[in-house]
């Protein structure tokens, strides 16, 4: 069976046995457990089952049973459990929405709610999960065992924040590494699978600004692995079916005028995925959502972006007029710095700074890229 | 989440506030200190932001490439090498802040006469992957 189908079903077999009497953590224990045997014993190729999500149901909830059965401190809840009605059909109805607020609830660290969503809402193993966050699998199985002891006593039956589980997706959609499990596409059919279930123009404005950016991938990195920027990439490469899609979507929730800060990024994004050339981007636009962005959020990184949108729109002097009201601290402040003066011809100080950016910057490829500049400005100047 | 190196120095930092050679220490204390690290370490799987550590011997080879066709050159130790690193500690936590009291934690080991060493522990960031969102 299609693994990722059987992900799909994850988070609403759990909700099945959350309802017939299960606690939370037992329950996604037992999906868990089942959807390991489903995957050893059917591996893919089979012919599929019919109804994969009442089988899922029927194997998780015998799982249940033998761990109830198994732990004779637990007899009290297991003479409760056994007194409910036998299972009968499944609901078509999927409420597992809920299980999308108790992964994210707020009292879970951002780690943590990332590798409870992941595995409960998900469906991925605590070893997949480990590997993509490179950490011993023991100690990702501890954050998600932990996690689970956070929200025991959170009923399941009330809908939470959405904003919350939105910061959980676009976490794992950012900050993803590429293991076995790809976390980017992870983070879109979590993301896809949400917006069917709640209908709120931020959810919609999230997934838009995921498969706007997701479809530069292929361009953003050239086959040594180094970055490549924005204006530098093969826009032919870029997946022109995301595209149409996310600007879709973002058109449909833009138009209930209920403006968020993941619809103003996603605006963003799309008006440079609109530009055949990075020339023809337009720039005076993007300044203008940049602003509303700014009205909706107060992180700085946003000032620090809008600065070199408008370096773009208004010229370079324009550009470092608006970083001058940007905080130092606010990380790639130099690198912005270096760009803006780049291309107001001041080549030597370009140059210094690019390196000085370099020795600042938080990852491994955004440095090396950082030090080819410095490196190409120098071999100019000399 | 961010991953940081807690490295442990035996030479390279001002001398620690407890600052008496382990071989002086009483036998228990030497016994205090180790479980003092394996229940840092033990505390950190627990709370699901242990990654690694490891011990160094404190002599090592300097290798160098020798040249097309000739093995490696090996040399040292440097009289010049001023630090030496005994060993270090890989955590993943939320924060920079949460870093710091962990290794603020781990410099509290107790040394001699039971005290904490007050040791000068490095604490620095792993470069990170780039993300997925540039603008």
Redo the contacts between chains.
Sequence with gaps: MDETVLRGIVPGVITVLVRRGADFAAAEDAVQEALAETVRERPGGEEPVRDAKGWLITVAWRKFLDATRADSARRAREERVEGQPVPGPVPAADDSLQLYFLCAHPSLTPASAVALTLRAVGGLTTRQIAEAYLVPEATMAQRISRAKRTVAGVRLDRPGEVATVLRVLYLVFNEGYSGEVDLVAEAIRLTRQLAARVDHPEVAGLLALMLLHHARRPARTAPDGSLVPLAEQDRSRWDTGAIAEGVRILQAALARDRLGEYQAQAAIAALHADAPRAEETDWPQIVEWYDELARLTDNPVVRLNRAVAVGEADGPRAGLAALAEVDESVPRHTAVAAHLHERDGDLAKAARLYAEAAHQASGLAERDHLTRRAARLNARLR | ?A?YLLLKHYRGAPASVNDVPMDRWAPEEITAHIGYMNDFADRL????????SQALAPEGAWVQYGGEGRPPVTDGPFAETKDLIAGWMVI?V?SYDRAVELAGELSAAPGAGGEPIHEWLELR?F?????????
């Design positions: 989440m991953k799987r627990e709370t699901g932001e242990y990654v690694d993943d939320d960031p470069l990170t992957e780039p993300p997925t969102v540039t603008e």
